[in-house]
T-cell receptor, first 117, second 116 residues
């Protein structure tokens, strides 16, 4: 069964720092990997999606990398701001069962980020 | 703005009530999902519909009854819930197979459910 782990569980930094959030998964048979942001009591906002054939994706101050063979992804946040404070969830999309083409997400437990002024 | 709309945003109900959660999308997605999320935990998959047919039930208690009446709408009917069912219920959609397994899932903002 696919298991996704995120490190660290929580992170508190001053404004302006460059950050790295880590995600690892146990089964490399994935379709893609998504990074989400979740504010307290809200839904999930998709930040970046990396296909299994890709190595990285960038959006503004965010950069995500994927090493499928080693089962790892990192989310890099440049020049962090207080508005970046949220929980960041990593999820891999994989087949619901062996032989199926229907995909489902497997989530990590998230990294709770606090950026203080 | 989310392209997956969930109503209501908040729901408070007693253990004997019957209520329904609604999810709607108009992106032409044929796979739709229900998740349950407790505080400070990741979303847990409950049900998956593909082409309006139930494909996955993750051993969810029968007091939760999903329904997919058409390709744009997904309901979750609630009856005789327990206090531990209080959570954020998230709906998501994506393209469905064949050939769309690498597409992203789009999430709604969720319904915050409280059971008294």
């Amino acid at each position: 069964k696919q298991e996704v782990t995120q490190i660290p569980a929580a992170l508190s930094v001053p404004e302006g720092e460059n950050l790295v959030l880590n995600c690892s998964f146990t089964d490399s048979a994935i379709y893609n990997l998504q990074w989400f942001r979740q504010d307290p009591g809200k839904g999930l906002t998709s930040l970046l999606l990396i296909q299994s054939s890709q190595r990285e994706q960038t959006s503004g101050r965010l950069n995500a990398s994927l090493d499928k063979s080693s089962g790892r992804s990192t989310l890099y946040i440049a020049a962090s701001q207080p508005g970046d404070s949220a929980t960041y969830l990593c999820a891999v999309r994989a087949a619901v069962r062996r032989g199926s083409t229907l995909g489902r997400l497997y989530f990590g437990r998230g990294t709770q980020l606090t950026v203080w002024p | 703005d989310t392209e997956v709309t969930q109503t209501p945003k908040h729901l408070v109900m007693g253990m004997t009530n019957k209520k329904s959660l609604k999810c709607e999308q108009h992106m032409g997605h044929r796979a739709m999902y229900w998740y349950k999320q407790k505080a400070k935990k990741p979303p847990e998959l409950m049900f998956v519909y593909s082409y309006e047919k139930l494909s996955i039930n993750e051993s969810v208690p029968s007091r939760f009854s999903p329904e997919c009446p058409n390709s744009s709408l997904l309901n979750l009917h609630l009856h005789a819930l327990q206090p531990e069912d209080s959570a954020l219920y998230l709906c998501a959609s994506s393209q469905a197979p064949p050939g769309y397994s690498n597409q992203p899932q789009h999430f709604g903002d969720g319904t915050r459910l409280s059971i008294l």
